[in-house]
């Protein structure tokens, strides 16, 4: 455990990317192989279970550090962090522990099934032993999200450093599921072996967005393009008959998405499909919002799966026949893709055919006249196609056609409408790269919607920006029932303004304070922000009846007082089909006036 | 109801009966002055009355001023109301205000630390019946390690950045904690650089504590002369053209709140050492109790909490808004850190 708290301190006390893979490296070279599986699993965030509910670890923590809870409570909103703010309170000791990182994990793990009596003398006693980086990082352990600025893409570069195996190679071998309690650091890392490849996705690709002139991409032939999705990127695995669906975050989500178990039998084993997990409720592609009552949820209800469906919105094929195809341009394993599923919708489409024709005959041999058989014979034909779309949830997203940058900008212009972010841009020579990687894949999102909000509320951040209020609350005028203008809650943000920025508004929210509700504290309604957002939706959770996706700071307004900011109408103007509405709402009234006139 | 010895008001803390504000923030006939830093010593007030050590810090930073200076326990009459300054312990020349009428005793702290740090005179606890109290760190999150511990990791830092071929440097306020490090920083490992509102500040105080020799660094210091040695700066340098002329080099911190991984990170410095001249909790519970006063009154820092946990305590503990310890927090949670952008 010394070792690794000495690592994470390291780690926490820089902010220089070099200093922190050296820090890994060194590290990972002096590890004993145990330890090392446990820090890969922890810096992947493969953590066991948390063994101890935060509520206990408070009441622990404040009794043995002889405070009242509720001290506690205030002072883990300034410190902003649970397992930190433990560290601190707990008085130190001459004490110290041997213990292995392993060992430690072991016991946690262990520490599950045992009564809160054993659970809590347990930690009394380890916080005891421990000083203060240690203490923070064995409570790290227990209460997760160990989030200290190395990505899995830095620890990967360290451990390929310490290994010298190839850091693609590694980030594939990293992938997937794997039991550090079980598998040694030979199986994981070192040894080759093809059984343990069966649910392993590959390291998915990301774009960056375009930051200039879209024609400074080149020529235009050169490049396919489609639209963005918004919904869950994933990796659908079809291998020895059992399906594998991973999300971006490297999570197994197979269970969450029983639609896909269609898959099996009908897309060939040897495929991974790169692709987009889409809500699709009324046979028509959904909002985020829609799929957001599905994520989250291990075991999914028959009215939900009704009423929200998913998709795979397939753009990419990474695995084909059993072959790693990652290598092939863009435009081939396109190809071999749109094959796959032409096949996959036609081979459903005709047996389900083959079945209704039975059915036809079947009918129009007892009840039916020559006449109508062929009218029948039609309908169900229709009725065939409806079902073999909605069948099997595999679609394809379409590379759009165009022979001009004009004609890919158009495009763009409808991707509110198309329910997508934006467009991806793929070179068509390209091959599938790991990681985000300049150059080959570009995302061009459309611009944001934008409106003036009033800041309302503030709450202290977390991590770097503990003791600072830097998370928002903002509102809205509308109408209340007496006919007064009030201001409505519709979105939090704590991004897009700068350090300088932050700072500045902490030190005022401090000064204009209005009430405090533990870490939440009103503020005299003052300042004006331009907020972006993604995209927009009705929504009965949200108290204004709207859910905005991604809001962020675009700018403080300070041009503008309170008054000037917009209102709810103005809000739900721009839910699409709404704008539509009120343009002709418009048109209806000019048209009236004209005729007033 | 009789009037309190001490009030609460919009230019200060004000005693009625002798006519004379303690560290008040708008210009006032009298004032007495606890301590040098910027939120208790305004400018623009008719007389000042402070200890003698803390006259040339004040007349160096106010200019021409009227001020009169007394020593430690010295009693001095204003209208039959008995003052007197006592030390502090926060930075040189830093006192407690003791106000007495007719047996009833108050201490105002102004800033102040309990541990003992070399240069300022250290603190005493004082008996009075009311004690107001700054709570700069009133959490139980902040327990400072002993001076020597951090001081010795700061000089075996310089020496590891030294023996990488780096320069040192590590951020103060100019008055108080830079004198504090370079006066136990190690002549052994190398020169000591300042920044211009270090050297002057330094400077002042020469006369009263011997501190190693310094250089400040002016248009013609050449970057090769800095390698290896340390730089004393103010936090506001941080992110400045002045650091990044420095390259190769690292950033440290010194004060309390480098206790929080937060705001280390916030600065963006590579390291934080926690180095506080002000009291940690225990330090704060410990010096009020040893007052032996019953009536409390928080006047900056985590006030509303600290007050809450006195009364829990059995103290009649509340809260007064001022206008202290903006400078300080503020500061040292914001400074310029345009780098981390």
């Not at chain 1, 026949?321 to 005709?350: A, C």
């Not at chain 1, 198309?418 to 991806?424: A, F, Q, V």
Request: proline share 4%; charged share 30%.
């Amino acid at each position: 455990m010394k070792n690794f708290a000495l690592l994470i301190k390291a780690l926490d006390s820089t902010n220089k990317t070099t200093v922190k893979v050296q820090a890994l490296t060194t590290y990972f070279r002096n590890a004993s192989d145990v330890d090392k599986v446990w820090t890969i699993a922890i810096l992947s965030h493969r953590r066991p279970p948390r063994p101890v509910n935060t509520t206990l670890l408070r009441e622990w923590a404040s009794e043995l550090a002889n405070i009242p809870l509720w001290l506690f409570e205030e002072s883990y909103h300034i410190v902003g962090d649970l397992a930190e703010t433990i560290a601190l309170i707990i008085p130190a000791t001459e004490l110290s522990s041997d213990k292995s990182l392993t060992e430690y994990l072991q016991e946690m793990i262990a520490l599950k099934k045992k009564s809160d009596e054993e659970k809590k003398n347990y930690l009394h006693e380890n916080w005891k032993v421990l000083n203060y980086y240690e203490r923070f990082v064995f409570t790290k352990l227990i209460t997760g999200g160990f989030r200290i600025g190395v990505s899995q893409k830095l620890m990967t570069r360290a451990l390929a450093k310490a290994t010298e195996i190839d850091e693609d190679i590694l980030a594939y071998k990293l992938m997937g599921k794997w039991d550090p309690n079980t598998i040694t650091f030979q199986q994981l890392i070192l040894e080759e072996n093809e059984s343990d490849f069966l649910s392993k996705p590959y390291p998915f690709y990301l774009a960056y967005a375009i930051e200039d002139e879209v024609e400074d991409l080149g020529d235009v032939t050169a490049w396919s393009a489609e639209h963005k999705w918004d919904g869950i990127r994933s990796q659908v695995i079809l291998r020895n008959n059992e399906l594998f669906v991973w999300s971006r975050g490297e999570e197994l989500v197979t269970d969450k998405y029983p639609e896909f178990e269609k898959f099996i039998g009908t897309i060939p084993n040897g495929t991974v499909i790169d692709g987009e997990i889409l809500p699709y409720p009324n046979n028509h592609i959904g909002t985020f919002n829609d799929l957001q009552t599905r994520i989250g949820r291990k075991t999914v209800s028959a009215a939900l799966l009704k009423k929200v469906p998913v998709i795979l919105k397939a753009y990419d094929l990474l695995e084909w026949e059993g072959k790693d195809i990652r290598q092939l341009p863009f435009k081939e394993r396109r190809h071999i893709l749109e094959n796959l599923f032409k096949n996959v919708t036609e081979q459903n489409q005709s047996e389900v055919t083959e079945r209704s024709r039975s059915e036809v005959t079947e009918r129009s041999r007892s009840e039916v006249t020559e006449q109508n058989q062929s009218e029948v014979a039609e309908r169900s034909r229709s009725e065939v196609t409806e079902r073999s779309r909605s069948d099997i949830p595999l679609h394809l997203s379409e590379t759009i056609y165009f022979t001009s940058w004009e004609d890919v900008a158009k495009e763009r212009e409808r991707a509110r409408e198309m329910h997508s972010e934006g467009l991806m841009l793929k070179r068509k020579d390209s091959p599938y790269l790991v990681g985000r990687k300049k150059g080959d894949w570009w995302k061009w999102k459309v611009d944001p919607l934008t409106i003036d909000a009033v800041l309302t509320y503030a709450m202290r951040g977390h991590g770097r920006r503990s003791n600072l209020f830097t998370d928002y609350t903002f509102a809205l005028w509308n109408d209340n029932d007496e006919g007064e203008k009030e201001l409505v809650t519709f979105a939090k943000a704590y991004s897009g303004l700068t350090d300088a920025e932050f700072r500045k508004l902490d030190a005022w929210i401090k000064k204009n304070t209005l009430e405090r509700f533990g870490p939440v504290r009103s503020v005299t309604p003052h300042h004006v922000f331009e907020i972006a957002f993604e995209g927009i939706a009705l929504s009965k959770r949200h108290k204004s009846g709207i859910a905005t996706r991604f809001p962020r700071m675009l700018r403080w307004r300070k041009d503008k007082n309170i008054h000037e900011a917009n209102t709810l109408k103005d809000l739900k103007q721009l839910i699409p089909g709404k704008a539509q509405e009120s343009k002709t709402q418009k048109k209806e009234q000019k048209s009236k006036e004209s005729v007033e006139k | 109801m009789k009037t309190p010895l001490l009030q609460f008001t919009d230019k200060g803390i004000y005693c009625e009966k002798a006519k004379v504000y303690l560290d008040p923030w708008k210009p006032v006939d009298k004032a007495i002055i606890s301590h040098g830093h910027a939120d208790h010593s305004r400018y623009g007030h008719k007389h000042y009355i402070t200890h003698h050590r803390n006259v040339p810090i004040i007349s160096h930073r106010l200019g021409e001023i009227n001020v009169a200076g007394k020593h430690w326990g010295e009693p001095f009459l204003i209208n039959n109301v008995k003052f007197s300054l006592h030390p502090a312990g926060h930075i040189i020349g830093s006192s407690q205000i003791r106000v007495e009428h007719k047996g009833e005793v108050w201490v105002f702290t102004g800033d102040y630390k309990t541990e003992n740090d070399g240069i300022s005179t250290p603190y005493e606890p004082i008996k009075c019946h009311t004690f107001i109290t700054e709570c700069t760190f009133g959490l139980p999150a902040f327990t400072w390690t002993p001076q020597d511990v951090v001081l010795a990791d700061i000089n075996n830092w310089w020496a590891e950045n030294r023996a990488e071929g780096k320069t040192s440097i590590l951020f103060g306020y100019s008055l108080g904690k830079a004198q504090r490090l370079l006066k136990y920083l190690d002549t052994d490992i190398g020169e000591i650089y300042t920044h211009g509102a270090i050297e002057n500040m330094t400077e002042v105080l020469r006369p009263l504590v011997d501190f190693p020799k310094t250089t400040l660094i002016t248009r013609d210091t050449k970057k090769d002369q800095l390698l290896g040695n340390i730089v004393l700066a103010p936090p506001s340098a941080h992110g400045s053209t002045w650091i990044r002329k420095m390259v190769p080099y690292v950033t440290a911190s010194a004060s309390g709140w480098m206790t929080f991984r937060g705001a280390r990170r916030r600065r963006a410095v590579d390291k934080g050492f926690v180095l506080s001249d002000h009291c940690d909790w225990s330090g704060l519970l410990s010096s009020i109790k040893e007052t032996g006063a019953e009536k409390i009154i928080c006047t900056h820092g985590y006030t509303d909490i600290f007050s809450r946990y006195l009364r829990e305590q059995g103290y009649d503990a509340r809260t007064e808004a001022t206008q202290y310890g903006e400078e300080e927090t503020e500061v040292a949670l914001a400074s310029k850190s345009t780098a981390t952008v």
